[in-house]
Each structure stands twice: as structure tokens, then as C-alpha cells.
């Protein structure tokens, strides 16, 4: 379809100026046709033969490496978190039960 297109507005260009009295706004629509239609087929072309392709797998290879490796600090971080959660409730609960015993003992006299 591309190339069609560009066949297309490449022919209507020159009979835009073939023309009397020349029809400038048909140039400009079939030129700016023609610069997209060239646009698209240089996408195509460098994403199937130019090895496009491959840097686009590369790159969301990467980003996909670097959502696992941030998956994984955050994972390490609430490991830590935890871990510092667990002996802050161990030492409140030593506290806790260093005032109970503190106060059975008066009790107990």
C-alpha cells in the first residue's frame, strides 16, 4: 500500500504543475502524502531489515531486567522492614514483661 501511495502522490505532483493554471494546494496535499507514505516505508524497512527489530526486543529486554531487579530490592527492603518490626515487638514484649514481673514482685511484699 505504501508503495502505491507513493507511486500515487509522485504522479499527481507533476500533474499539478502540468496543469494551467498550476494547482499548488493539490502539490502541497500529494507532497505531504508522499513525505509520510516515504516516513512509513523507512519505518518498515529499518524495523524488518535494518535490525530495528532486534534493538526494540533489546530495550524492552532491559527495561523488563531492570522492573525485576527493582521488584527485587523491594522485596530485600520489606525483608528488612520486617525484620526490624519483629525486634522492636520482641523488645517491647521483654519490656513488657520485665514491668509485670516488677509489679507482681511489689504484689507479692
Known sequence: ????????????M???????PRNYLL??????????????AYRYMNYHYMGGNQA???ARAKEGLAQAEGSLEGAASSAGMARE?????EGGARDLAAQAKVQADKVMR
Not at 500500500?1 to 499527481?12: D, E, I, P
Open 1 to 12: 500500500m505504501t508503495a502505491a501511495l507513493l507511486g500515487y502522490s509522485a504522479t499527481f
Open 56 to 58: 526494540a526486543l533489546q
Open 85 to 89: 518490626a519483629k525486634a522492636k515487638v
Open 27 to 40: 502539490f502541497g496535499c500529494h507532497i505531504v502524502n508522499f513525505s509520510a507514505q516515504t516516513t512509513q
Open 14 to 20: 507533476r500533474y499539478a504543475m502540468a496543469v494551467s
